[in-house]
């Protein structure tokens, strides 16, 4: 056979969100969602320093900020893009995970992100604090996509890579 393309071989379709939801990009990870595929993709996607998104938010930030920082040349990201886990797996994240904890909070309140913070009032003047935007976008993609996967599952090569 010419063709081994079978979906359900892939690992996963790992994809870039604007924080609306907007799709701007999408890959096919063949056998894992690595580090070193993350970063390829994102180098990808983002090939020069001029429009690189200012934070990227993925549930293994610190995985992945880790790896560019002990095993690669950090290309991408170091002057222009901040790492963040998204809401939702940052609370399993580890407490003692320095790095994590450090530069990977979606919701740090020492200052050192006052564009993912937002301090808000409530009806009584009483401060407090509001995430600035939705960190979950590609999480909540995910979900809709599932209910999906039986017939993503079944595409050939010509409609799958749509």
Same mark, same amino acid.
């Given at each position: ?12 379709? =790992?994809? &870039?969100?604007?924080? !609306? ?7 096919? +990870?063949?056998?894992? =969602?690595? =580090?070193?595929? &993350?970063?390829?993709?994102? =180098? +990808? ?12 938010? &993925?549930?293994?930030? !610190? ?18 893009? #901040?790492?963040?886990?998204?809401? @939702? *797996?940052?609370?399993? *994240? #580890?407490? %003692?995970?320095?790095? !994590?904890?450090? +530069? ?16 808000? #009032?409530?009806?009584? %003047? ?6 600035? +935007?939705?960190?979950?976008? !590609? ?6 996509? %599932?209910? @999906? ?10 409609? @799958?890579?749509?």
């Amino acid at each position: 056979r010419d063709n081994y393309f079978v979906a359900p071989r892939f690992y996963c379709v =790992e994809t &870039i969100c604007a924080p !609306c939801g907007v799709v701007i990009a999408w890959a096919k +990870f063949v056998k894992a =969602e690595g =580090e070193s595929q &993350i970063i390829d993709f994102l =180098e +990808f996607v983002y090939p020069t320093p001029n429009v690189r998104p200012s934070y990227v938010c &993925i549930d293994k930030a !610190c995985m992945v900020l880790r790896h560019l920082t002990t095993s690669r040349d950090w290309n991408i990201g170091k002057t222009t893009t #901040r790492f963040v886990v998204d809401s @939702f *797996h940052y609370i399993n *994240h #580890r407490v %003692g995970d320095y790095l !994590c904890c450090k +530069f990977c909070n979606p919701s740090p309140l020492n200052g050192s992100a006052p564009n993912l913070v937002l301090v808000e #009032r409530d009806a009584e %003047g009483n401060p407090h604090y509001k995430r600035a +935007f939705n960190t979950q976008a !590609c999480e909540q993609l995910n979900a809709w996509l %599932g209910g @999906f996967q039986s017939i993503l599952n079944r595409m050939t090569v010509y409609n @799958f890579n749509w």
